[in-house]
């Protein structure tokens, strides 16, 4: 069994910083893609960013130049570093992996999620 545990949200200023870690854990064989989507309230979950196992990543036209996404491979975790929030930042953050467990193909997990709250 595998889970996602995300932490790090919060309530921030805008132009203020915060750091997501999502650690993964349980029979874990190997991790391909990670990365970071969000929901704000009404609309549908959008992708933030990704990040290959050999360290490719990929963002969103909104958070390029503000978050930075990283993984560290020999602890399972990926992070993703926001600075300079913006209101509209606002949303619950997931993470999610394809991990190989057991069993010969990758499949997709996601965590749990952390709020996130960009306000005065």
């Known amino acids: 069994q595998v889970q996602l545990v995300e932490s790090g949200g919060g309530l921030v200023q805008p132009g203020g910083s915060l750091r997501l870690s999502c650690a993964a854990s349980?029979?874990?064989?190997?991790?391909?893609?990670m990365g970071w989507h969000r929901q704000a309230p009404g609309k549908q979950r959008e992708l933030v960013a990704t990040?290959?196992?050999?360290?490719?990543?990929n963002y969103a036209d909104s958070v390029k130049g503000r978050f930075t996404i990283s993984r560290d491979n020999a602890k399972n975790t990926v992070y993703l570093q926001m600075n300079n929030l913006k209101p509209e930042d606002t949303a619950v953050y997931y993470c999610?992996?394809?991990?190989?467990?057991?069993?010969?193909?990758?499949?997709?997990?996601w965590g749990q999620g952390t709020q996130v709250t960009v306000s005065p």
């Open positions: 349980g029979t874990i064989n190997s991790i391909r893609a």
């Open positions: 990040i290959t196992s050999g360290g490719v990543t």
């Open positions: 999610r992996a394809e991990i190989r467990t057991t069993a010969y193909v990758f499949f997709q997990y």
